[in-house]
C-alpha cells in the first residue's frame, strides 16, 4: 500500500518538476541571450567610436601641419561629432590636463580632479587606469561612470574610445564619448522580446500540461468506473450463485 501511493504521489510530482526545471531552462537560456546581445551591441559601438576616434586623430593632425593650432579650428572638425544628441569629443593631455571640450569652463582643468569624491572609488580606478593606458600612448575603449554633455553635466554611465594625438610639440589623446543609455532602449527592447518569448513559451507548457491533466483525470475516472463495476458485476455474479444455490 505504501509502494502504491509513493507511486501515485511521484507520479502526480514528476510533471511539476519537469515544467519547472524546463521553465528554468529556458529563463537561463533567455538570459544568456540577453546577455550576450548587450555584449555584441556594447563591442560593436565601442568598436565605432574608438574608428572615429583614430579618424578625428588624422584630420586634427593634418589640420595642425597645416594652420595654426586654435582651439576654434579644432572645435570646427570635431564639430559634426559634438552635435550629435549624447554623443561628444574632447582632447585631453598625458597630465588628465583637458586641452578641448564642448563645455569650455572644463578646459585646462585636471579630469581626475574634475571627478574625484563625485563617483566612487571603482569608478576612480577605472579612470586612473584609462589614464595610464592614455600616458603609454595607447589607442582603447573602456565602460565609465563620467561626465555628461549637458548644460548641467551629471554622472552618467559613458561608452569612450580613445587614441595618441600628437598637436604641436605636445602628445595627447582624442576621447570619443557616447552615454549608455543611447543604446540602452535598444538593449531593453531585447530583454523584453525574451520575457515575451518566455511567456509565450510558459503558456504553451500550461496549455499542455492542463491537457495532460484532463487527459490522466480521464483516464483515473475510467479506471475508477471498471473498478466499481467490476466490484458490483461481482456482487453480482455472487448473489446469483447463492439464489441457485437456495
Not at 53 to 76: D, F, H, M, R, T
Request: net charge positive.
Amino acid at each position: 500500500m505504501l509502494k502504491m501511493n509513493i507511486k501515485n504521489l511521484a507520479k502526480t510530482i514528476i510533471p511539476y518538476a519537469v515544467f519547472a526545471v524546463t521553465l528554468g531552462v529556458i529563463g537561463y537560456l533567455a538570459w544568456l541571450n540577453h546577455n550576450d546581445f548587450e555584449k555584441i551591441i556594447i563591442k560593436q559601438v565601442q568598436t565605432q567610436l574608438l574608428i572615429t576616434s583614430l579618424s578625428e586623430a588624422q584630420s586634427i593632425e593634418k589640420y595642425v601641419e597645416s594652420a595654426p593650432v586654435s582651439a576654434a579650428g579644432i572645435n570646427a572638425l570635431v564639430k559634426h561629432i559634438n552635435d550629435l544628441e549624447k554623443a561628444y569629443v574632447f582632447i585631453i593631455d598625458d597630465n588628465a590636463k583637458i586641452i578641448d571640450y564642448p563645455n569650455a569652463s572644463y578646459v585646462g582643468k585636471n579630469i581626475l580632479e574634475l571627478v574625484k569624491g563625485k563617483i566612487s572609488e571603482p569608478e576612480q580606478s577605472k579612470l586612473g587606469a584609462v589614464m595610464q593606458r592614455i600616458r603609454s600612448k595607447e589607442k582603447g575603449t573602456a565602460i565609465l561612470d563620467f561626465l555628461s554633455e549637458d548644460i548641467n553635466p551629471r554622472f552618467t554611465k559613458t561608452l569612450i574610445a580613445f587614441s595618441p594625438l600628437r598637436i604641436g610639440n605636445n602628445s595627447c589623446s582624442i576621447v570619443v564619448a557616447m552615454e549608455y543609455n543611447v543604446i540602452e532602449n535598444t538593449i531593453h527592447k531585447n530583454a523584453r522580446d525574451n520575457l515575451i518569448f518566455m511567456g509565450f513559451t510558459c503558456l504553451v507548457f500550461i496549455i499542455f500540461a492542463l491537457i495532460f491533466y484532463r487527459a490522466r483525470r480521464e483516464k483515473d475516472l475510467l479506471m475508477i468506473r471498471e473498478t466499481v463495476s467490476n466490484i458490483i458485476n461481482k456482487q453480482l455474479r455472487s448473489e446469483i450463485e447463492d439464489r441457485k444455490r437456495l
